[in-house]
Nanobody, 122 residues
Framework: VQLQASGGGLVQAGGSLRLSCVAS????????MGWFRQAPGKEREFVSA???????AYDDHVKDRFTISRDNAKATVYLQMDSLKPEDTAVYYC?????????????????WGQGTQVTVSS
């Protein structure tokens, strides 16, 4: 499966953005999908994931502010980001895993999108 992420941009603190990740191929509905991010000078980290049944997982830093969802008919996973903070600034990557789970482990994901930049100004 190939992944194409979009929706990043520049936003003021407290604002919102919605990221989208469109998948090609016919296996999207069986895959677990995740969002990760990498800030300058830092390692890539887990943000959120959703399993094939719609079960969700969030990192504690984004819980209650971010919402992950998926539309299998459109082969798309979304990340709604509200109450954004400057520390959310990063390149955001979507990824797919073949296990269908909402795993937080990067090594479980075998397909990655190209990343979309999110910048939050203070």
């Amino acid at each position: 499966v190939q992944l194409q992420a979009s929706g990043g941009g520049l936003v003021q603190a407290g604002g919102s953005l919605r990221l989208s990740c469109v998948a090609s191929g016919r296996t999207f509905s069986s895959r677990g999908m995740g969002w990760f991010r990498q800030a300058p000078g830092k390692e890539r980290e887990f943000v959120s994931a959703i399993n094939r049944s719609g079960g969700k997982a969030y990192d504690d830093h984004v819980k209650d502010r971010f919402t992950i969802s998926r539309d299998n008919a459109k082969a798309t996973v979304y990340l709604q980001m509200d109450s954004l903070k400057p520390e959310d600034t990063a390149v955001y990557y979507c990824a797919a895993n073949p296990f269908g789970t909402a795993t937080v482990e990067q090594l479980d994901y075998d397909n990655w999108g190209q990343g979309t930049q999110v910048t939050v100004s203070s």
